[in-house]
């Protein structure tokens, strides 16, 4: 009965203490595939992949996704490829100091897997994270703190701003239709003209309709389909940029480290690099 009447909170507003973060890099398998923490445990996976159940969560982590699992909470996996991916225990508590412990308590829930959509972002907070990692003065100690708070904040405003695209979008069954045809093929070359014609709209039609129902245009929903597998190829394989940007419906490996410079702001290369060190 007192869990009936548990106070929520978005997670932007909570205030983290980090307990512990760590790095691994390659690792081929866990120690353990089954754990309970008295803490909340987060992920950021980096490279690779492992199956997870967070609870009644489970699925597939692989480069970009995030993990949380609250207190308490079997935390299963099995890995699947050597993988990346930061850890960090922590405790969490509401504005007034009271301990926040369960996953019913937070509106939004991201327990489970979720993501942040601002991956440059996300990336500059994890090298920040273990920049501070093993420093123990006040400072870093407040500063891995901030970072962590920060990254709840990025997390409650990229699903608030979701939240408000979703307000008045239309549901399209012929745009639908669409978007299953170009999400199935993005890693070829595609001709969003043709597309359009196949549903007898024009290009601007096209687009007008496909951004009233996914809140982004379909050159835009191509391209982002197309940069996260670069970015997992850059990151697993040592394929050069010409053969990448062949599996990934670009032309040439010039065009497309125009591209990902443009979406990224940073080139391939040092994409790559920066993630390999």
Same mark, same amino acid.
């Given at each position: 009965?007192?869990?009936?009447?548990?106070?929520?909170?978005?997670?932007?507003?909570?205030?983290?203490?980090?307990?512990?973060?760590?790095?691994?890099?390659?690792?081929?398998?866990?120690?353990?595939?089954?754990?309970?923490?008295?803490?909340?445990?987060?992920?950021?996976?980096?490279?690779?992949?492992?199956?997870?159940?967070?609870?009644?969560?489970?699925?597939?982590?692989?480069?970009?996704?995030?993990?949380?699992?609250?207190?308490?909470?079997?935390?299963?996996?099995?890995?699947?490829?050597?993988?990346?991916?930061?850890?960090?225990?922590?405790?969490?508590?509401?504005? %007034? *100091?009271?301990?926040?412990? @369960?996953?019913? #308590?937070? +509106?939004?829930?991201?327990?489970?897997? =979720?993501?942040?959509?601002? &991956?440059?972002?996300?990336?500059?907070?994890?090298?920040?994270?273990?920049?501070?990692?093993?420093?123990?003065?006040?400072?870093?100690?407040?500063?891995?703190?901030?970072?962590?708070?920060?990254?709840?904040?990025?997390?409650?405003?990229?699903?608030?701003?979701?939240?408000?695209?979703?307000?008045?979008?239309?549901?399209?069954?012929?745009?639908?239709?669409?978007?299953?045809?170009?999400?199935?093929?993005?890693?070829?070359?595609?001709?969003?003209?043709?597309? %359009? *014609?196949?549903?007898?709209? @024009?290009?601007? #039609?096209? +687009?007008?309709?496909?951004?009233?129902? =996914?809140?982004?245009?379909? &050159?835009?929903?191509?391209?982002?389909?197309?940069?996260?597998?670069?970015?997992?190829?850059?990151?697993?394989?040592?394929?050069?940029?010409?053969?990448?940007?062949?599996?990934?419906?670009?032309?040439?490996?010039?065009?497309?480290?125009?591209?990902?410079?443009?979406?990224?702001?940073?080139?391939?290369?040092?994409?790559?690099?920066?993630?390999?060190?």
């Amino acid at each position: 009965m007192e869990n009936a009447f548990m106070e929520q909170y978005n997670p932007g507003q909570l205030l983290p203490q980090l307990i512990h973060v760590a790095e691994w890099k390659n690792k081929e398998s866990f120690k353990h595939a089954n754990e309970r923490s008295p803490l909340w445990i987060i992920f950021i996976v980096v490279a690779g992949g492992f199956r997870f159940k967070i609870g009644k969560h489970q699925g597939t982590a692989g480069a970009d996704d995030l993990l949380l699992c609250p207190p308490d909470t079997p935390f299963q996996r099995e890995m699947l490829k050597p993988s990346t991916f930061l850890v960090a225990n922590f405790n969490w508590y509401s504005p %007034s *100091g009271e301990s926040v412990r @369960s996953e019913r #308590q937070l +509106t939004p829930d991201p327990t489970g897997k =979720f993501m942040i959509q601002d &991956i440059q972002r996300l990336a500059s907070t994890h090298a920040h994270l273990l920049k501070a990692a093993d420093l123990i003065d006040p400072f870093s100690r407040s500063r891995r703190n901030f970072l962590l708070q920060d990254l709840w904040q990025l997390f409650a405003w990229e699903w608030s701003c979701a939240q408000r695209e979703k307000i008045g979008r239309q549901d399209d069954p012929l745009i639908r239709q669409a978007e299953k045809i170009l999400r199935d093929n993005a890693l070829k070359p595609f001709s969003m003209k043709a597309l %359009s *014609g196949k549903f007898g709209l @024009s290009a601007v #039609q096209f +687009t007008r309709r496909f951004k009233a129902s =996914f809140g982004m245009t379909p &050159i835009d929903y191509l391209t982002a389909i197309r940069l996260n597998r670069v970015r997992t190829l850059l990151l697993e394989t040592r394929l050069t940029l010409d053969e990448i940007a062949e599996r990934c419906g670009y032309e040439s490996g010039m065009y497309l480290s125009r591209i990902f410079s443009k979406k990224m702001s940073i080139s391939p290369s040092q994409y790559r690099q920066g993630h390999r060190i």
